[in-house]
C-alpha cells in the first residue's frame, strides 16, 4: 500500500522574534498622541509611518513618526500613498540616517484591517513592526505593544498573517517621565512647575527605594532566588553615590533650592518690566 502524503500547515516567521526588540523613543509616543487629538471627526483610529533603524544587534530604534491620511472600512482600508511618500522624502531631507521600520496604529492590539495595512509597510521595507498605542491611558496606564508578522501557509500557498508580540523596551530621562506622567492625566489644571516637578520625581525615587529595599529584605529572608546580576546593579549604585554627611547632604539641597528660587524671582522680574515697556511703548504711540 503506497503511503498516503499529507501536506501540513506551516507558520513561517518573517523575523526571529524570540531575540526581536523595539526600542522607542518617546518623541514618538508624544507624535501619536498629538495626531490622534487632531484627527478628523469621523475617524475611530490614528495609523502612520514609524521612522528609525535597525541597531546592529538586531533592535529596531524607532525615533520619529508621521501620521497618514486614511480611510477605513469593514473590509477595506485606503492609505494616501502620495501623502506618506512626500512626508518621507521631507523627513529624509532633514535625518538621511531615518528609514521606515514599520507602523503604528492607535488603540488596543490588531484590528481587522490591520493585515491590509501590513502588507502595505511590507512592500515598503522588509520586516515591518507594527506599533500599537492605547491613547485612551485607561487605568492611568498607556498601553505600548509591538508585533512582527509571522506567516501562515499550506504546502506553498499562504494563507492568512499572524502578530506576534515583541517586547518594547520604552525609556525615558527625568524632564520626559514628567511630560509622559501628564500625558496620561486626563484632566490637567495646570503643567506643574519646576518645584512641583521636583517633588514628584523625589516622590518616584523613594517609592523606588522602597521597592529595591524590599527585594534585597525577601532576598536575605529567603523569599526571593537571588540574582547576582541585579546584586552587582544595587552594589555598583550604592558605591557611586557620594559619601555626604546629613548636615552637608541638607546644606547641598537649600543651597540649590535657594538659587533656583532666585533664578524664578529675576525671570518674574523681567516678564514685568517687559509687560510695563510693552504697555509704555503702547500709550506713548496712541499719545
Known sequence: MAASEHTALQFTPVLSSSSLL?????????????????????????????????????TVDIRNSYAVPHNESSD????????????????????????????????LGVTGGSALIHEFYSREVPNPIHLTVDTGFRNGEGTIKAYVSVNLSLGDCQLAVQFQEIPVDFRMVEAEQVGFDILKTPMVDKIPSDLEGMEASMQRLLALI????????????????????IGRFISETVASLPKLLPSA????????????LLLLYLSSITRTQLSLAEKLNTAAQIL
Not at 210 to 229: P, R
Open 210 to 229: 522602597d521597592d529595591v529595599h524590599k527585594y534585597v529584605d525577601d532576598v536575605v529572608e529567603g523569599h526571593t532566588a537571588s540574582d547576582s546580576s
Open 76 to 107: 477595506q482600508v485606503a492609505l494616501d500613498i502620495d501623502y506618506h511618500h512626500n512626508m518621507l522624502l521631507s523627513h529624509q531631507k532633514v535625518n538621511p540616517k531615518e528609514a521606515i521600520v514599520g507602523w503604528y496604529s492607535t488603540g
Open 22 to 58: 523595539a526600542k522607542v523613543h518617546p518623541l514618538v509616543i508624544f507624535n501619536i498622541c498629538d495626531c490622534y487629538v487632531r484627527r478628523p471627526d469621523q475617524a475611530e483610529r490614528v495609523i502612520g509611518t514609524l521612522l528609525g533603524s535597525v541597531l546592529p544587534d538586531g
Open 249 to 260: 547632604f541638607d546644606k547641598l539641597v537649600n543651597d540649590n533650592l535657594q538659587d533656583h
